[in-house]
């Protein structure tokens, strides 16, 4: 895909400012894998400079993992400020289906906001999609490659928005074409924050390119980069290191090689 | 000790799920030590949500190293669900003795909930436990091995818990029994939020064993992996990843020839 | 300049209680950096715990990186209670000019607390000067030598305090020295949190020090640290891992080999 390729070109060419409201447990790594990929985060949600600060970011990320009372406010006026400005917002609906409080807010925010890609593990799709009245519920966790394939469609159709369910093969779709990434390792499930780390590097593609295009680079990239920290360091702590390590290191020469992408006509 | 070895092998089967309220120094590094040993991290602390995330977890962890106004009735509120749906509590009361409100809230949390295990550094249980009216005050700082012993058996008592009083030697009690874990290492104390881990591990340990054994497993678990990690990298930085190398790593046979646990009738 | 290395030695025989109210994103980065190097952080931000923390402590580092409108009180209270038992106040105005809250939040600290070192990169204080009266404004964050050094002195004389302009070559000032400091290594703005740990550095060599040789002795140190890693390391990952290591490694010979600092009369 080479797309993917370019978009990292152009990523690391336009520094894109990324501005993330996301949770206390992966602020620091998520900042890390930004400033390390070629992008500029930015972590405020103070309500009286969201104006300001979304202005001047290239996307939003929302990610609801330490949500409460006080940070979902701010949280939506985010994505409201972006819906406005026409700024690309990328939701991430952490724990989604485990609380009634995650389901309610990530399903507020895909209400109101105009969210670009929607980016989960399959049981959080799943329960964000379930609860809003398809048959498929939040006691599906178990993953399974056809219905992971299903559930990325029919979220992104029932939302308008692209949908990326991330797991042993991650699944991109904006309901009409899906892309299938195979890259990646296991041992991004040892690490916290893998997950959410993602969902900002697809805010920094956003700034480069369209919705789908832009999930599919920054799972692409991802997945590459760990599967390269793994080569070289087969356990969780030293693997971490390396992740951010193969961040800076990716190019184009790389992605071209290593990228193990699909597209489907659906 | 057996049970150490196989109380590894029983929580890496079981997976358990730990929902810890903790700072926000050590809220990333808990979660991967937890992931890195093969249990399931969860921080959660939203009022509305803190009932279902009890419910489905195997323990609570309730650190107070950067309590507030906010963060208290959080803590308090899921200790008492907790406490109501008997899952193991462990309690790690940082920085008690340094503060009035530190001291207080480790207190308040001790007389309503049903604490399984109490962790803490020799100042810290040593400030709990003179405030409620032993003669051993906060000003007892100075480690000293029988003062220790002392300490861990007074604070079991007093409290109708385990207590742990780690330091140079770990001595862990019921106030029938003490145990006295001599692994771990002093590096550890050059990288924050070792103790705090150590503390989480205790409650993946919960999910197999009972509080005195599990505190034990967890505390030898965690101080051999520091072993390990100091003989591949003595300086603090990269000493901290092999130290999640290790978790992850360590086995039966290791915790077999490594552990330094030893039991006394009291 | 012996007096950073004396410094060094000086600080580790202290082992001075740094207290830092800063930012989610960097509280872990900071607290491993303050332990590797050899002080002892404190991160505590209650109202009802604040004049007992700032007691004990040997310094105060207050860093806006993540404010809002419950952290500035705590903030303000803080410089307050350190203002008035004559403890070192490092400010940090991360992202001044960026938004008006962060330039508003800085200067009012800065306008009643007595503030030791005022620590930002060019376009934070340039930001901060800008907006306090000075013809420097928020616009001016190209990076110009000539430009920083004139903006060190005039941040100094305008605000009475040590101010220090790090980038490429660091400034600092008291508004008749100044000092050039051309240590440290691009890499370190591949990761987040480097600034901030400086910053908190600065705090931990307050405690031995007035503050501009402070200031000096402290980005002296971190810069040379972040040599020797990149040595080892030149990816952003293990290059993090590797700062703490040399900021524990890091002795007197090491920094009178390395150190390149100029003293400038004004």
């Known amino acids: 895909m080479d797309f993917v390729a370019k978009n990292l070109t152009k990523l690391r060419e336009t520094n894109p400012l990324v501005q993330n409201i996301t949770n206390y447990v992966v602020m620091n790594s998520t900042a890390n894998s930004l400033l390390a990929l070629g992008a500029s985060p930015v972590m405020a949600h103070a309500m009286d400079e969201l104006e300001e600060m979304v202005s ?3 996307s939003l990320v929302v990610n609801i993992g330490t949500l409460d009372e006080y940070w979902i406010p701010s949280m939506e006026k985010a994505a409201k400020i972006a819906t406005d400005l026409k700024k690309p917002i990328i939701l991430d609906p952490v724990g989604a289906g485990a609380t ?13 906001a105009d969210i670009s890609v929607l980016r989960g593990n ?3 799709i799943a329960a964000v999609l379930g609860e809003h009245g398809k048959t498929r519920g939040v006691d599906s966790v178990a993953y399974d490659s ?5 559930l990325s469609k029919n979220a992104a159709k029932e939302f308008n928005t692209v949908s990326a369910v991330t797991g042993p093969i991650d ?3 904006n309901g009409k074409e899906l892309y299938a990434i195979s890259n990646g390792h296991p041992m991004l499930s040892k690490v916290t924050g893998t997950g959410c780390a993602s969902t900002s590097i697809i805010g920094a593609f956003s700034a ?5 295009k832009a999930a599919v680079s920054g799972l692409t990239v991802y997945g590459i980069s760990a599967e390269m920290a793994f080569a070289e360091a087969p356990y969780p702590g030293t693997f971490q290191a390396k992740v951010y390590d193969w961040l800076y290191r990716i190019d184009e020469k790389l992605v071209l090689e290593k990228a193990k992408v699909n597209k489907f006509e659906i």
């Open 146 to 150: 056809n219905e992971a394939i299903e």
């Open 100 to 112: 009634k409080l995650r389901t309610k807010t990530a399903l507020k925010i895909l209400d109101f």
């Open 171 to 173: 699944y991109v779709s």
């Open 208 to 212: 480069v390119d369209e919705p789908l």
């Open 122 to 124: 399959f049981g959080e």
């Open 56 to 58: 001047i970011a290239s």
